[in-house]
């Protein structure tokens, strides 16, 4: 039976996490299915039939991501002790977005088995575009992601313990209570510095196939939703022309992705090192 791990990412950087676990996962002789949030309208997941499942989200405003954390919000409560992981990458500020989904999960009787956070070196992949160049992805971190998915595969087998690699602290909880007071104002007030340049348009819609909330429709040109908007910054972000742009930052370089930072190792690689490792004993 494949275990679900359902994520969003914005960057790359909480898939590249999610792709980390996987390998574990397969390392372990586990059959892990990665399932994008975006992608649950047309693959549905039969709870009933599964036995656990990842949650997997980027910290925005020290919470989940807002679409990863209203799907947490919705999902019905558990008829048996369905098992659940969690991870998340932020920037610096650990710990309470983890605690905040695990009670919200716990109080619909699903089992906490694991968790794992990541500070991501991009940290900020918008307003931090001139570090990238600057910063690297340890090698130590890389295989800790990776060997939690191994460990989390025993317990899953065993069904017995639990890791929680994660640490809240007083500050995280305290701002995120802020935070997300003004959080919902904030996307609906600077989604509207998106701008456009229809010289530049191929009308590819790639900026409303890739929205994860659906705040953008195309009609001869990007239509915004302000309502809808997380400032996840994708649709900017994955402009092949670069007909989108966020007005308070017209020459930003948007982040591509894990693979452009230095230190950057493939999952598929740190599994076969492991593999090797394994068969030279």
Do not use: H
Not at 45 to 67: K, Q, R, S
Not at 125 to 144: D, G, Q
Not at 193 to 203: H, I, V, Y
């Amino acid at each position: 039976m494949k275990i679900p791990i359902i994520y969003f990412s914005a960057s790359g950087n909480t898939k590249y996490i999610a792709k980390l676990i996987e390998m574990g996962f397969i390392f372990a002789n586990l059959e892990p299915e990665l399932i994008p949030i975006n992608t649950l309208k047309k693959k549905k997941i039969d709870f009933e039939e599964i036995e656990v499942f990842g949650v997997g989200a980027p910290i925005y405003a020290l919470a989940f991501a807002p679409n990863m954390l209203q799907w947490v919000k919705n999902l019905p409560k558990a008829r048996k002790k369905l098992k659940f992981f969690l991870f998340d990458t932020n920037a610096g500020l650990p710990g309470a977005p983890i605690k905040q989904v695990r009670n919200l999960l716990e109080k619909k009787n699903y089992k906490f088995i694991g968790a794992i956070e990541i500070i991501a070196p991009t940290r900020d992949s918008v307003f931090e575009s001139r570090a990238f160049k600057y910063v690297n992805w340890s090698r130590n971190k890389i295989e800790k992601v990776f060997q939690f998915g191994i460990k989390l595969a025993k317990i899953i087998k065993t069904g017995e313990g639990q890791i929680d690699w994660s640490n809240p602290t007083l500050f995280s909880k305290l701002f995120r209570v802020i935070f997300q007071n003004i959080e919902k104002p904030f996307y609906k007030y600077f989604g509207r510095f998106f701008g456009f340049l229809p010289e530049r348009c191929s009308n590819c819609r790639t900026c409303e196939k890739g929205c994860p909330t659906e705040a953008i429709t195309f009609n001869n040109r990007p239509i915004f939703n302000y309502q809808k908007c997380i400032l996840c910054f994708r649709c900017a972000r994955n402009c092949p022309t670069n007909a989108i742009y966020f007005k308070l930052f017209p020459n930003v370089r948007y982040f591509k992705g894990p693979k452009t930072v230095r230190g950057y190792i493939a999952p598929d690689q740190i599994l076969k090192e492991y593999q090797r490792r394994l068969f030279t004993k």
